[in-house]
């Protein structure tokens, strides 16, 4: 009797720990969300606002190294992969398959999909402002944002995992970047040689690009100050259980 009277007592002590631990994880989660990526994420929005938006002309004035704004559209550029991608990111669909030790009947057991960078190609571009052309050169580890142009190569295999409400078999590719036309906006700094190194290449002009930023912060905020509201539910979900639950 004593036996099970201990078990039963180390079980519910473990179903505490269990919840403390997670309540844990969420607050310190939320926190890193709330109070110093969303914070860092609006000062970078604020920066960004307060960047002139430059000419061609108050470019070739700028000093070598000077931050630049500026947008344009891409034109003239050479196609370096199919769908007329002048410039792209390419990434591969990995699909997690729950195994049976890790499957929990309260959980769902359905794969999985991260789509994993690999291969960023930003080449020389040229961007036409006002009539002018100014040349944007090549670099790497280019970030890419903004409603960008995307084309999906589909792989065949047997793990599959939702991905925009339908299954995608795991070895598919996926395309996104820029095409010619398209309205860019350049964040990046003044070449010693002329021209510019992007740092950052936004799809749409300079007002969507800052309300995007805008709208991460809130994001990164709103997903933390949720995850800190989850933290106390689960601590206490895990107290009631301990409590009240039926031993296993």
């Not at 195994?99 to 999985?112: A, C, E, F, G, L």
């Not at 991260?114 to 944007?136: A, F, H, Y």
């Not at 995992?161 to 078999?169: F, Q, T, V, W």
């Amino acid at each position: 009797m004593n036996i099970v009277f201990n078990f039963n007592i180390r079980e519910r002590i473990n179903r505490v720990v269990i919840a403390g631990i997670a309540a844990v994880f969420f607050m310190a989660c939320g926190a890193l969300l709330a109070f110093i990526l969303s914070p860092k994420q609006a000062l970078q929005a604020r920066h960004i606002e307060n960047l002139p938006e430059m000419s061609v002309e108050d470019i070739s004035a700028a000093d070598s190294g000077d931050e630049l704004l500026i947008s344009g559209r891409l034109e003239d550029n050479y196609i370096i992969a199919e769908g007329n991608f002048v410039a792209y990111v390419r990434e591969t669909w990995q699909v997690t398959v729950p195994t049976p030790n890790n499957q929990n009947s309260n959980q769902s057991s359905q794969p999985s999909g991260t789509w994993k960078t690999v291969e960023r190609i930003t080449p020389d571009l040229t961007l036409n402002v006002n009539g002018r052309r100014l040349e944007i050169l090549r670099a790497s580890n280019v970030r890419f944002s903004g409603p960008l142009h995307e084309r999906l190569v589909r792989a065949y295999s047997f793990r599959r995992a939702k991905y925009n409400n339908e299954d995608l078999a795991e070895g598919s590719e996926r395309l996104r970047g820029f095409h010619n036309g398209d309205l860019v906006t350049v964040l990046g700094s003044k070449a010693s040689a002329g021209g510019v190194i992007p740092d950052e290449l936004f799809a749409g002009d300079r007002i969507a690009f800052v309300q995007h930023e805008k709208s991460a912060a809130k994001g990164l905020l709103t997903g933390g100050l949720c995850m800190m509201g989850i933290a106390p539910i689960i601590l206490i979900g895990g107290i009631l259980s301990a409590l009240f639950g039926r031993r296993r």
